[in-house]
Nanobody
Framework: QVQLVESGGGLVQAGGSLRLSCAAS????????MGWYRQAPGKQRELVAD???????NYAVAVKGRFTISRDNAKNTVRLQMNSLRPEDTAVYYC?????????WGQGTQVTVSS
């Protein structure tokens, strides 16, 4: 079992910044991918960004150049720095941990961007 605890999020004006953090604990495999997904009301959950334990990153087109994902393998944490936020970034953001046989989700944290 893996537990994911998220922090950060909140309310910010358009153009502002927020940082999300997620800490994983439990039976962590050294080879894994951690990332962030988001789900806006009435929409499907979508990938925002993810990063492998080797440091390879993947971003959604909508956030490329504005968001930066990073991780600390020693602490099993992943962060998402979100800059130049837009109202369309408003969603519940979920931390994700996955290996080839497992997939875990955090409880979600609300990000609201006002115009």
């Amino acid at each position: 079992q893996v537990q994911l605890v998220e922090s950060g999020g909140g309310l910010v004006q358009a153009g502002g910044s927020l940082r999300l953090s997620c800490a994983a604990s439990g039976s962590i495999f050294s080879s894994n991918t951690m990332g962030w997904y988001r789900q806006a009301p009435g929409k499907q959950r979508e990938l925002v960004a993810d990063i492998t334990s080797g440091g390879s990153t993947n971003y959604a087109v909508a956030v490329k150049g504005r968001f930066t994902i990073s991780r600390d393998n020693a602490k099993n944490t992943v962060r998402l720095q979100m800059n130049s936020l837009r109202p369309e970034d408003t969603a519940v953001y979920y931390c994700n941990y996955r290996t080839w046989i497992e997939n875990y989700w955090g409880q979600g944290t609300q990000v609201t961007v006002s115009s």
